[in-house]
């Protein structure tokens, strides 16, 4: 039997194999293997698992188990199907997936690329007239349907979770790393809109232009200076380069 | 590409000690990290490893280069560990003669392989071409075994081939060698013997617990006096040889491990002494 053929035939055991029969050998690789799954996926969606509880989050495992295989050299990979795998399992409690979904993006945020952040001080040289932000690389955006951050919240914070609540209308999440801990708060429509459009390459010059046109002039560069404002504030920003023309 | 000398004393980095390491001199000559852990793009597993750098030298020790896989070695990994590697300037990189992944399927552990020909061309072949990426020579550690297929040849001296071929060196985890011995019904001494003294550049020490009708390779209790016995019996010939307890579960407080870390010590003091 050549290497190729001993290693493919070991990993289907490990994965299917009936250890009941099997040496004690097999059965160590296979509990190892098993083991180091479960425990990446308990470590990874701590709050899920207090959600739906123990014996359940144990049922998700093993339905994970079957349906992905680990195929990259790092176990951070394997937590990006979990959601999914959720979503499968449990279709008509929506914010079972959306809660797994925020902790993965927090997870990822924490050890997303670095950037160093776009200061107040640098903000006020900047030639305003060109500039098109640069969000940090650590940035995501979640969409939800239901109170999954406020029960997220309340999980992280020992208190009672709130009851599950559906949203009349879907909202974003805006998932991001600060001073190297990861952060995320709920955006309002128009602002969701304005960082989609940032992030595509409208210039700020530009998107104050549309904002006005849509909430007239004073309440559309109100509205731009404050989100500018707090963008800086929560560093969201990475520094700004390039320029661009208005998109039509 | 040739292999830094070392003799210091260490212990693996975990991150219950992460505070103590930062904020006090702690008296190790060095740290040992999981790679992987480390090989992410940014924040603060990234920054925390420069700032443990800056006041401990560093051995980066992977689970998932994978030298023994038919298939090769993920150049994707190896330019991510080549990253860390040059950030770091570590004193060793090291890996274990094991496979982990096979045709899209990554096992996540450390899987064994047969003594045989065709697995020596394969992982010395993949031992050159992980070198040749990383742009230095690194570490291939003996694994603990709950299975052994046929072969041609001894794990020693399969490993002796690779670090003859390939300019490598042996990180002899003295525990594995311990743990494998009693699964397999093998020598222990005869094993370490066997191994030339030039090969070996680091020690792991650590402890096992008790299976069915095998040992575990655990890394969660202490040093056991049986596998003390075997780093006493290697160490004369050896010289100083960079030596670290390894504890990955069960993790006790710092100075438990440092108290450890001084019976290693004072085992090679001894040694010295006797080869002198």
């Known amino acids: 039997m050549t290497l190729l053929t001993l290693q493919r035939q070991f990993g289907a055991w490990l994965r299917d194999g009936d250890a009941t029969a099997a040496p004690q050998g097999m059965r160590v690789y296979q509990n190892n293997y098993r083991a180091a799954l479960t425990a990446c996926l308990e470590d990874g969606f701590a709050r899920t698992c207090a959600w739906i509880g123990g014996d359940a989050f144990e049922q998700a495992i093993i339905h994970h188990v079957r349906r992905v295989l680990p195929s990259s050299w790092t176990l951070d990979a394997y937590l990006r199907d979990f959601p999914e795998s959720l979503a499968l399992l449990y279709p008509d409690d929506p914010e079972v997936a959306e809660l797994a979904l925020l902790e993965l993006a927090l997870a990822e945020a924490f050890v997303a690329p670095d950037a160093e952040p776009l200061s107040c001080a640098e903000a006020q040289q900047l030639d305003w007239d060109a500039t098109v932000l640069r969000f940090s690389p650590t940035m995501d955006l979640l969409p939800v349907t239901t109170n999954a951050c406020a029960i997220w919240s309340a999980l992280a914070s020992g208190c009672m979770p709130p009851s599950v609540e559906r949203l009349d209308l879907a909202q974003t999440v805006l998932v991001w790393r600060r001073d190297q801990v990861s952060h995320f708060r709920l955006l309002d429509a128009r602002e969701e809109r304005a960082i989609r459009l940032a992030k595509s390459g409208l210039s700020f010059a530009c998107l104050c232009d549309r904002l006005v046109g849509s909430e007239g002039e004073a309440e559309g560069i109100a509205l731009a200076g404050q989100w500018l404002g707090r963008w800086l504030t929560d560093r969201l920003l990475a520094r700004a380069t390039g320029e661009l023309e208005c998109a039509p | ?276």
Request: with cysteine.
């Open chain 2, 1 to 276: 590409m040739s292999l830094a000398s070392f003799g210091g004393f260490g212990l693996g980095l975990r991150k219950p000690h992460y505070s103590e390491f930062l904020e006090h001199r702690v008296a190790v000559d060095f740290l040992e990290v999981i790679s992987e852990n480390f090989m992410v793009d940014g924040g603060r597993p990234r920054q925390l490893l420069r700032e443990i750098r800056a006041g401990y030298p560093i051995a980066l020790h992977g689970v998932s280069m994978s030298v023994g896989s038919a298939e090769g070695v993920g150049r994707a990994y190896l330019a991510r560990l080549r990253a860390l590697v040059d950030e770091i300037d570590p004193l060793f990189v090291s890996d274990h003669l094991c496979w982990t992944r096979v045709s899209g399927f990554n096992s996540h552990d450390l899987l064994p392989l047969p003594h045989t020909h065709e697995a020596l061309e394969i992982v010395t072949s993949n031992v050159s071409r992980a070198q040749d990426a990383l742009g230095r020579t690194i570490l291939v550690e003996n694994p603990s075994t709950y299975i052994a297929f046929d072969g041609d040849m001894t794990e020693w001296e399969f490993l002796k081939v690779v670090c003859a071929k390939t300019g490598c060196g042996l990180l002899l985890d003295v525990n594995n060698v311990y743990v494998s011995a009693f699964n397999h019904g093998f020598d222990a001494r005869a094993w370490l013997d066997a191994i030339p003294a030039e090969y070996i550049r680091q020690i792991h020490l650590a402890g096992h617990s008790e299976g069915e009708a095998l040992l575990i390779d655990t890394h969660d209790r202490p040093v056991p006096p049986s596998v003390w016995d075997l780093y006493a019996h290697v160490l004369p010939r050896l010289g100083p040889v960079a030596t670290m307890i390894e504890r990955d579960d069960a993790i006790p407080p710092l100075h438990e491990l440092l108290a450890e870390l001084g019976v290693a010590r004072t085992i090679a003091e001894s040694a010295q002494r006797l080869a002198a």
